[in-house]
């Protein structure tokens, strides 16, 4: 059996553990830039505030019923979620917990009997809450893609359910799959629920009647035949098949829009340095870096919405695959000088770094030892940044003044990892 274990409305649980007076009160987080909303609590779905729309145009309704709003604090929520999932590895052990995304987590539950599977849900969600301060649901089943579906229950009906989950039962499973429509499947997307609509299949149940060949020719080949199975009961996707990611990206919104050629390079630096440290956090290496760019002309559509200005993006194949700020930074900057169009204004750029192996796996360079002594460097401006914070050691193509960095009107204290922003209790 598997459990996961959701966060609910992760970004806005974790301001509420800070400020408890929120609790029960509508709030919103807004994405980079405070362009969209990306995290909305009950309250505010209640409202009718939507998910992904625009901020200013959800502001009338916001400001009427006086919804708290947020600016993004990734160095809380990062923080928050390393609790959680460490919360949960010391309940089930470190080799059940697979953390499928910030604010979710798979947990082999092969070691609790089937008779003790509820209870022992609830302890992680009680003891989750109670250690971290953030409500989670969970739901649980015999397969990954029918633990998504329990947990789908268990936070539509939290108070019938209390926020768990369990299905446990051929009969429960069934009902669950006739109860959902197939579009809310883990694993069916936008284009294959359209099609399975028109196919005249409508609900899970309807899905898992379909034999696997059929899913084969119809649903993407293997992974169409994993998804029949699962919705059988039967393990298709196993624990920890997802554990490093494929594809490494950083990418932010400028603060203002930017036209200087210094300040591109700048960016790109700094979010390839990011990039850097999120592939060494999982011993990774990579082969292929791709930078992009996006102008800030604007085409008018439907208004008042408007569409992005062209993007354009180009990599270069590495020599080695290598998980050094150096080594990535160099034609990161030099692929963004490319790019670069004199007379633009430009209001976004991002780095992708792709053909991910592991890093022990690189063949050594016997007639030189600076791969070792870069890696040792590397780990030690990684340890300085993680302790003291907010980048304090960075490559000077980094800049310092970072004109074009994010607008964040509306952030809160980084509470748990900056002494300067500690919470204070009077």
């Known amino acids: 059996m598997y459990a996961i274990v959701d966060c609910n409305s992760f970004y806005c649980s974790c301001e509420r553990v800070f400020q408890p007076h929120l609790d029960e009160k ?67 052990g470190e080799n059940n917990v697979e953390v499928y995304s910030v604010d979710e987590a798979f947990v082999n539950l092969h070691f609790i009997p089937q008779n ?40 539509k009906h939290k108070i019938k359910t209390g926020g768990v989950a369990v299905l446990e039962t051929e009969e429960k499973i069934r009902k669950a799959l006739a109860l959902t429509q197939v579009k809310d499947l883990w694993g069916v997307g936008g284009r294959s629920a359209k099609k399975l609509f028109d196919l005249k299949i409508y609900t899970g149940w309807d899905l898992r009647q379909m034999p696997e060949e059929w899913a084969r020719k119809n649903l993407g080949g293997v992974v169409g035949v994993r998804l029949i199975k699962e919705l059988h009961g039967k393990e298709a996707i196993m624990m ?88 990535l930074i160099k034609p990161a900057v030099a692929l963004a000088g490319q790019l670069y169009q004199q007379g633009k204004k430009y209001k976004k750029a991002g780095v992708i770094l792709s053909s991910i192996v592991p890093d022990d796996s690189i063949q050594g360079n016997l007639f030189e030892n600076q791969k070792s002594v870069g890696r040792f460097l590397m780990e030690q401006i990684d340890n300085i940044n993680f302790s003291m914070r907010n980048d304090v050691v960075k490559f000077a193509s980094s800049g310092t003044k970072r004109d074009w960095k994010m607008r964040k009107d509306f952030q809160s204290d980084r509470y748990t990892t900056r002494w300067e922003e500690l919470y204070k209790v009077k």
Not at 36 to 50: H, N, T
Not at 312 to 319: D, M, N, T
Request: glycine share 6%; hydrophobic share 40%; net charge positive.
């Open 26 to 92: 509508p709030v919103v987080v807004l994405s980079n830039n405070d362009g969209c909303i990306i995290s909305r609590s009950d309250e505010a779905k209640a409202i009718g505030v939507g998910m992904a729309g625009p901020y200013f145009l959800a502001k009338p309704l916001i400001d009427k019923h006086g919804v708290e709003v947020f600016s993004s604090n990734y160095n809380l929520y990062g923080d928050m979620s390393r609790r959680v999932m460490d919360t949960l590895k010391s309940l089930a």
């Open 240 to 327: 920890d098949e997802y554990k490093d990611k494929k594809m490494i990206a950083t990418t932010r919104m400028f603060g203002n829009a930017v036209s200087d050629l210094a300040d591109i390079k700048e960016a790109v630096a700094t979010y390839t340095a990011r990039a850097a440290e999120k592939l060494r956090r999982q011993n990774s290496a990579a082969g292929v870096i791709n930078v992009f760019v996006v102008t800030n002309e604007k085409e008018e559509t439907t208004a008042p919405h408007f569409r992005h200005g062209p993007t354009y993006s180009s990599h270069i194949i590495l020599p080695y695959p290598t998980s050094q700020t150096n080594e």
């Open 116 to 155: 003790k599977l509820r209870e022992f849900a609830l302890e992680l969600r009680q003891i989750v809450e109670l250690w971290t301060g953030v409500k989670v649901s969970v739901g649980v089943a015999p397969t990954k893609t029918l633990a998504k579906l329990a947990n789908n229950i268990s936070k």
